[in-house]
């Protein structure tokens, strides 16, 4: 018979009370000799109050002779009738209570306690009052269970943290990890601890528990690992979730959320459960393993039916991961998951690696290309990548580029561009397969086109497990290239990689097919798989010398494992208890792959200076430019303004119109020279882009002498101004002489007539400039239009003003002030 740990600690307890009440001295060793001694004081306290009060209610339902004599309190220790009598008979019943417990259960039937499950959730920190309330509730379970009694399995599923040590029927608590074991050691040593646990397969369950310390550089989970071997109507039918017993947990529906870097830089290792196949159905094969709380994997074993001395018994084994996918999962939930933050990390330079392990058939190539309906991780891989480098594109460059090659029996080939194998070559970027194909990527689609070209270049052989097993491991590669500008005008080159592998499937050989192509391709997929077991063990172990040289595909995976990269493995199952040995095999490898750390690293970036001289001279360029343009604004303002001052000055000193006209709308010499010539004063190729390739002191150069000719060019303009301006001077001068030595009258103004009598033309009185400059006429100045005949004075004369009238379309040549010839 077995006992719990609870029924041990019930009857020490016992044994104490009754030590305390024959020597009181012993009350101090007690104490010292129990560290939960004040829990359990609450525990027992509680079981009184408990037992108390169940007591009032039945004597309240049937009420004694002398019910009076005994009332209690709220509280077990405050007895309100506190005389010396009922002392001893509150004492003389606590001591009955426990008894009484201690009685029920050690009575209880084995079959009962059949299975604990801890759930990993942490609760919020309660006080120890209802710990030990929650403890004795898990008891009640446990105990009143019992009332069903017969082989019925009960399960008790209780937090990891509030439940009692006493709980445990038994625990076997490894002290030390014992050193680094080939697997297959490993395995036998717990295999052993559970025999001699399990003994002779009894009805009881037996839980062992293993605390692993923390191996060398290795992350610890915290998690206790369990083995557990049953017989008879309990063990692990529940877990093996065949319909039986199935425990329902609130965390199964809490989503599970993995952070790259959450867990330092090891790998993280996904399980993904795949459904059972309808050929796996109709040959009556059952679920051997369970997901429960998205984390972690049930495996059972079920006993061969045929095997009449185990029938009974069921082994099982208990594994945790990163997260667990179970069979409703959906493709975007396992990429979201596992993959979705690589891809993240790819854009800014660092390297990513997924590969998917497994037995044939168990889901790989489902997991990694999935269908057209379903689209799995390679796909939404990319989809994704090319959504995330058109979101960015406006802050940078992105070049995508792709391979796709499969290791097939040995080989690498090429599956974009297939031909001759090609050879591995180790160089700085890693190892690298000469001569492969990189296609530079501009769409998803286009990315879609070139995997499904490739997937039909694909070895795949229908095989006993999988109509259309994958022979060959295939690795697709996108390489992503990020250029972008910083503040500093520095360019930034982040190149990430993202390789996301399918591997072949392991298939047992069988005796039938030893001299098939399967069964070399099958030793072949096996060789580079147990290559890559050896490397995972090396890795896990610490070991200097890793034998990546094994096999190709292990060649082609040393980044991914042992190099700078964020790796996710994704291990595919199978749920059928047929492939059981396969499940185990794969579970074991994950689990010792979550151990392995990949390097330290940083992104993949190179940061290109631009020289400081150069974007000096750049920067000169600019203030040369833009110091020129106002050079030029400025110019324009002044030449505008000297025309003014002429124009001002010319209508003030010169009456013809013409030549006012002619200031006002003739460009100034410097303007029409501009126009004749624009290219004059500034180099031809000032603001043009060849100019940037033109040496900048050559610019300056150039620019230093545009200035000099503006200066010139204004220098010449303030003579002729002052010139104009002395002439005008002289002009005044010469007519305030004039009206000195003579009064102008109008007779005086009036020719002589000629001798001949021949009259002159009117237009010949107005020959005094005097009188010019008094009868100008809105009609002279319209004539500004007409070509400029220039006197002596560089000014126009009336007559030239007729004279031009005639031939100058002005508005008195207009309809209706047309003159009349004479
Ligand atoms: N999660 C899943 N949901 C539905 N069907 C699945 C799932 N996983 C796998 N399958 C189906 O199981 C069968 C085998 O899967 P798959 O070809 O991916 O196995 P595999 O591990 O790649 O095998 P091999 O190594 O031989 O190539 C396929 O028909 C596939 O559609």
Same mark, same amino acid.
């Given at each position: ?33 129990? !560290? ?87 609760? !919020? ?54 050193? !680094? ?211 960015? @594109? ?138 890559? @077991? ?126 006012? @006209? ?45 200035? &000099? ?78 070509? @400029? ?13 007729? &004279? ?19």
């Amino acid at each position: 018979m077995v006992a719990t740990r609870s029924q041990v600690n019930v009857i020490q307890e016992r044994n104490e009370m009754r030590d305390e009440q024959d020597n009181p001295n012993l009350g101090n060793r007690h104490q010292l000799r129990n !560290p939960h001694h004040g829990l359990k004081e609450k525990m027992k306290a509680l079981t009184q109050l408990y037992e108390q009060q169940k007591q009032s209610s039945i004597s309240l339902r049937n009420p004694s002779p002398k019910p009076d004599k005994v009332r209690f309190s709220t509280h077990p220790s405050v007895d309100l009738l506190s005389s010396g009598s009922c002392k001893q008979e509150s004492e003389k019943r606590k001591l009955s209570v426990v008894e009484n417990q201690v009685m029920r259960e050690n009575s209880m039937p084995v079959s009962t306690v059949s299975k604990t499950y801890i759930l990993p959730q942490q609760p !919020p920190p309660q006080p120890i009052a209802a710990v030990a309330e929650d403890a004795k509730e898990n008891i009640a379970v446990a105990v009143d269970g019992g009332g069903g009694g017969g082989n019925a399995e009960k399960i008790v599923v209780m937090r990891e943290n509030s439940m009692p040590a006493s709980m445990v029927s038994r625990t076997y608590i490894l002290p030390q990890q014992p050193p !680094p074991q080939p697997p297959a050691a490993a395995e036998d040593a717990r295999d052993k601890v559970a025999a001699a646990v399990g003994g002779g397969g009894g009805n009881g369950e037996k839980i062992v528990g293993f605390t692993c310390p923390p191996r060398r550089g290795v992350v610890t989970t915290n998690v206790v690992r369990k083995l557990s071997m049953g017989g008879g109507g309990g063990g692990y039918a529940a877990a093996g979730g065949g319909g039986e017993g199935v425990v329902k947990n609130a965390a199964e529906s809490e989503g599970v959320t993995v952070k790259l870097g959450s867990v330092g830089s090891r790998i993280l290792v996904f399980v993904r459960l795949r459904p059972l196949s309808k050929k796996e159905k109709e040959v009556g094969s059952r679920s051997c393993v369970r997901i429960v709380n998205q984390k972690e994997v049930y495996l059972t074993e079920f006993a061969n039916e045929n095997d009449y001395l185990r029938l009974k018994r069921l082994r099982g084994r208990h594994f945790t991961f990163d997260a667990a996918f179970p069979d409703s999962s959906s493709q975007l939930d396992v990429y979201s998951t596992s993959t979705s933050e690589l891809v993240e990390a790819v854009l800014q330079g660092r390297n990513g690696s997924v590969f998917c392990y497994g037995a044939t058939g168990a889901g790989k190539t489902f997991t990694m290309l999935g269908t057209v309906e379903n689209p799995g991780v390679m796909v939404l891989a990319i989809k994704d990548l090319f959504n995330k480098v058109r979101k960015r @594109s406006c802050d940078g460059n992105h070049v995508v580029h792709l391979s796709y090659l499969e290791v097939y029996n040995e080989t690498v080939r090429d599956l974009l561009s297939p031909g001759r194998p090609l050879i591995l070559r180790e160089d700085k970027q890693g190892i690298v397969a000469a001569g492969l194909t990189q296609y530079r990527a501009y769409s998803t689609d286009e990315v879609m086109m070139l995997l499904q070209q490739g997937n039909r270049n694909r070895t795949t052989e229908p095989t006993r497990a999988n109509e259309t097993s994958s022979r060959s491991h295939a690795i697709l590669q996108v390489m992503v290239e990020y250029r972008v500008k910083d503040e500093c005008n520095n360019i930034i080159n982040r190149v990430g990689k993202l390789s996301l592998i399918d591997l072949a499937g392991s298939e047992r050989a069988h005796a039938t097919d030893q001299r098939t192509l399967r069964s070399l391709e099958g030793a072949n997929i096996n060789r580079s798989l147990l290559a890559l @077991s050896s490397c995972i063990n090396a890795l896990v172990e610490g070991k200097k010398h890793v034998p990546y040289r094994n096999s190709k595909l292990t060649q082609l995976l040393k980044d991914s494992l042992g190099g700078p990269c964020n790796t996710v493995m994704i291990a595919n199952i199978s749920p059928s208890n047929l492939s059981f040995g396969e499940t185990q095999n794969t579970l074991h490898w994950a689990d010792r792959a979550k151990e392995i750390r990949t390097k330290a690293y940083e992104a993949n970036e190179e940061i290109t200076k631009i020289p400081n001289a150069e974007t000096d001279q750049a920067k000169l360029l600019l203030e040369l430019q833009k110091e020129n343009h106002d050079l030029r604004a400025q110019l324009a303002r002044q030449q505008q303004k000297l025309l003014m001052v002429q124009a001002q000055s010319l209508a003030a000193a010169s009456p013809t119109p013409s030549t006012i @006209s002619s200031i006002l709308t003739t460009p100034p010499t410097s303007c029409r020279q501009k126009e004749r010539k624009p290219k004059s004063f500034l180099p031809r190729n000032c603001f043009t882009p060849e100019s940037k390739k033109k040496a900048p002191e050559e610019t300056v150069k150039e620019l230093k002498q545009t200035i &000099k000719m503006l200066e010139a060019a204004m220098e010449k303009m303030k003579k002729d101004h002052g010139l104009q301006m002395k002439q005008k001077d002289d002009l005044i001068r010469e007519i305030s002489q004039k009206g000195g030595k003579r009064v102008v009258t109008k007779g005086n103004l009036r020719p002589k007539e000629t001798e001949t009598g021949e009259l002159k033309s009117p237009s010949s009185r107005f020959m005094s400039p005097a009188v010019r400059d008094k009868k100008r006429s809105f009609w002279d100045i319209t004539t500004a239009n007409s070509p @400029s005949v220039v006197t002596l004075n560089g000014r126009k004369t009336r007559s030239h003003v007729v &004279k031009e009238l005639a031939a100058a379309p002005s508005m008195l040549l207009q309809p209706g002030f047309a003159r009349q010839k004479p």
